[in-house]
């Protein structure tokens, strides 16, 4: 009896557990320890499933339906504001690309050969270093003439690059970080292109200045108006308060995929999605997908766009 008692007992506590930390990713405050565990809200909740598999084999109930509600809870939480293309409309007239590079990669000629072969119209690079940007600069200017590079050895150089014709190009610095934005002329009339790498949110510290970097740029997007494109390395997943907080202040819309993964990616893998394509009204994003860039740590994002 008292057996039975006891592993009841542990069953209820295990229940008990799994709930809290299920309420705990679901619904705690935007502080830095819980938006590191709510980035990997997809993975929590394969993980409570397995768990209510493994009780409902042993034929524990508690943990079982435990283990459900925690899943069900935390699949909840994956809502992205995002956006999907205008029905029946698939005239896309602007194909943008994203490479985080990785600064240290050095596999600069196959790197450059997946750029040009992808056909697209504007190029953002990050993690541009000074290697990096002679490397692009000599490869890709020829076809891209239009190009702004601000390398840096701290992993925040960035680069863009326009085969359209750009009627101005200038560089913005949010919180230190270097942001490029173009207005590239397209079919639909001129758009403004915001090219991105937020800071990584490693510490407390860091976390505060992402935070404040996308409320600087929801200013920007939203002194420009309708027709702009966000497009980068943000450094916040789909569903997390920074990037709700990023498209209610400026109107900007996720238009790629808002749990397709991108970082980290190792054997074309990744668990977790921070790079993003982002768009206002008047512009939206018709097809998207990711790639292997050789030597990253990054998937690569290409995003054909209806101007």
Not at 111 to 130: G, K, M, N, T
Not at 148 to 175: K, T, W
């Amino acid at each position: 009896m008292n057996h039975t008692l006891s592993s009841s007992s542990k069953e209820v506590l295990l229940a008990g557990g799994l709930l809290t930390l299920a309420c705990g990713l679901a619904f705690a405050p935007d502080a830095y320890v819980p938006m590191l565990a709510r980035a990997f809200l997809l993975q929590w909740g394969l993980f409570f499933l397995l768990v209510a598999g493994w009780a409902g084999r042993k034929r524990r109930p508690w943990p079982a339906g435990a283990g459900l509600l925690s899943a069900l809870m935390v699949f909840l939480q994956l809502d992205a504001p995002a956006v999907g293309p205008p029905p029946g409309r698939m005239d896309a007239d602007l194909r943008i690309a994203q490479f985080n590079l990785l600064q240290p990669n050095q596999r600069h000629t196959e790197v450059v050969r997946l750029a040009l072969s992808s056909d697209a119209d504007v190029i953002s690079f990050q993690e541009v270093s000074p290697a990096w940007a002679e490397v692009l600069k000599d490869a890709l200017s020829e076809t891209y003439p239009f190009f702004e590079v601000v390398p840096n050895d701290h992993c925040y150089g960035i680069a863009l690059f326009s085969r359209r014709p750009v009627r101005s190009m200038q560089v913005h610095h949010l919180c230190g970080s270097p942001v490029i934005e173009a207005e590239v002329a397209s079919e639909g009339g001129a758009v403004h292109v915001f090219t991105v790498h937020a800071t990584s949110p490693g510490s407390l510290g860091e976390h505060r200045e992402r935070n404040a970097q996308l409320r600087l740029l929801a200013g920007m997007v939203r002194a420009r108006g309708e027709r702009t494109i966000v497009v980068g390395d943000l450094n916040t997943v789909s569903w997390d308060r920074a990037m709700w907080g990023l498209c209610a202040e400026s109107g900007l819309r996720l238009g790629t995929g808002p749990v397709v993964p991108t970082f980290p990616s190792v054997l074309g893998l990744a668990l977790i999605p921070i790079d993003h394509v982002l768009t206002t009204p008047g512009t939206s994003v018709v097809r998207s997908d990711t790639f292997v860039i050789p030597g990253s740590d990054h998937r690569g994002l290409i995003a054909d766009i209806a101007t």
